[in-house]
């Protein structure tokens, strides 16, 4: 081999390598996607997500305890967006239906129904829990 043409076989030796590896790292990414189950136009993780919203400053658990049915209603309407329709249940510790009237905006009209189960626990001195469910679905 001529001295000559020692420098352009390095460059392009280097050339191939940075080829090789950006190749390698394209089709990687591509190929190490992570399946999410809860994306977040899913109804379940919205749902999720409003809970979430109204327990962590404790609204939850005060419209909860204080039975303020038309406050959580008026809440759920202002976090869902346009066009979800609701229809909430809460339970005690032993499985009884608590609410007397019907948490809901509307009807289902629709073939997508979610469903969330989550536990809300009160922040008053008196240990108290509550399950609810809440069924989702996009009004047509």
């Known amino acids: 081999m001529k001295s000559e043409n020692r420098g352009q076989i390095r460059i392009i030796e280097a050339f191939l390598a940075v080829l090789i590896i950006f190749s390698s790292l ?44 038309a406050g959580l209603r008026s809440s759920l309407n202002l976090l869902l967006p346009t066009g979800v329709s609701f229809n909430l249940t809460v339970y005690d510790g032993e499985m ?15 073939q997508e129904i979610a469903f969330v189960n989550y536990v809300c626990v009160s922040q008053n001195q008196t240990f108290n829990y509550y399950v609810i469910y809440l069924y989702l679905a996009v009004a047509k």
């Open 96 to 110: 009884r239906q608590i609410n007397e009237e019907i948490i809901s905006n509307g009807g289902f009209n629709s």
């Open 26 to 69: 394209a089709i990687s990414a591509n190929l190490a996607t992570t399946q999410n189950t809860a994306e977040p136009n899913d109804l379940a993780y919205v749902g999720l997500q409003v809970l979430l919203k109204l327990d962590s400053d404790g609204r939850l658990g005060r419209c909860l305890d204080n039975r303020d049915w």
